[in-house]
């Protein structure tokens, strides 16, 4: 992947997540996904634990926003 190939993919999921476009987040994972979110001690596994999240999220927020992304891209790494 490229460094602008990384930032659209990145941009790709937080577009899903902020329109709850959850065919756009599937997009974004593979089959044996591991999701966490380290703050809040949230370990998933697989697609359809991740989009339960997801439906849950969106069900109990108005709005989800991600903005004023600094982007540091390193292809060379993987």
């Given at each position: 992947m490229t460094q602008q190939e990384m930032i659209?993919?990145?941009?790709?999921?937080?577009?899903?997540?902020?329109?709850?476009?959850?065919?756009?987040?599937?997009e974004t994972l593979t089959d044996d996904c591991v999701f966490t979110v380290?703050?809040?001690?949230v370990k998933l596994q697989?697609?359809?634990e991740i989009e339960h999240m997801f439906l849950r999220l969106w069900g109990s927020h108005a709005s989800v926003k991600h903005q004023d992304f600094?982007?540091?891209a390193d292809p060379g790494q993987g």
């Open positions: 659209d993919f990145v941009k790709r999921y937080f577009h899903g997540v902020d329109n709850a476009d959850l065919e756009d987040i599937v380290e703050t809040h001690g697989g697609v359809e600094v982007f540091v």
